[in-house]
């Protein structure tokens, strides 16, 4: 079946502008998390959705980041103002339910000018 | 709070040896442990899952076990192949009930023919 897919698979924007990266997840998977990787490093956890709300956004780096889950489904997170240190690429992982098994999709590489 | 090593940060291995990755984390109240591979420029993806009650697990030529108690894992891989070079990383909870995922670094492997 059709693993975790994002889009857009490149990002490009300028300095204070807003952007949005999709994922969408595993079909029948309740849990959707966000994270961010740096290059060199190794992921690091941005939110969590168990289902449609966010059970932990203790991740996001502050209220410029924002995520939704609206049907319980797709997801969207949301960068205001970006800034150059937002450049990373963007990971998306789902799960059946919750304590299991992650599965990522391909990221979305963004790059602030 | 959380934190994963991952030891070495590269390794370079002629092609059919077999070699192992280590992985260490802090806090040992965890529920289980995941391996990923990761292309360059590509996402994660799921090589194998321990659950906390397990001691090891396999697929194919790959072999992972968990030591909870000294909070240690390792990846075992049996006749490298070029096809194996790969960054793998290893992933494990935040704290004991926690869905987020912490990582390590990563072993960055190259496999020689």
């Known amino acids: 079946g059709a693993g975790v897919s994002q889009t857009p698979s490149n990002k490009v924007t300028e300095k204070g502008k807003y952007v949005e990266l999709r994922c969408d997840p595993i079909?029948?998977?309740?849990?959707l998390y966000w994270y961010r990787q740096s290059l060199g490093q190794g992921p690091e956890f941005l939110i969590y959705?168990?289902?449609?709300?966010?059970?932990?956004d203790s991740g996001l780096p502050n209220d410029r980041f924002f995520a939704v889950r609206p049907e319980g489904s797709v997801s969207t997170l949301k960068i205001q103002r970006t800034e150059r240190g937002d450049s990373a690429v963007y990971l998306c992982?789902?799960?059946?339910?919750?304590?299991?098994?992650?599965?990522f999709g391909p990221g979305t590489r963004l790059t602030v000018l | 709070k959380q934190e994963v090593t991952q030891i070495p940060a590269a390794l370079s291995v002629p092609e059919g040896e077999n070699l192992v990755l280590n992985c260490s984390f802090t806090?040992?109240?965890?529920?289980?442990l995941q391996w990923f591979r990761q292309d360059p420029g590509k996402g994660l993806t799921s090589l194998l899952l321990i659950q906390s009650s397990q001691r090891e697990q396999t697929s194919g030529r790959l072999n992972a076990s968990l030591d909870k108690s000294s909070g240690r894992s390792t990846l075992y891989i049996a006749a490298s192949q070029p096809g194996d070079s790969a960054t793998y990383l290893c992933a494990v909870p935040a704290q004991g009930g926690s869905e987020k995922l912490v990582f390590g670094k990563g072993t960055k492997l190259t496999v020689n023919p």
């Open positions: 959705f168990q289902g449609t709300g966010a059970a932990d």
């Open positions: 992982a789902s799960s059946p339910a919750g304590y299991n098994e992650q599965f």
């Open positions: 079909s029948g998977h309740t849990a």
């Open positions: 806090d040992s109240a965890i529920y289980n």
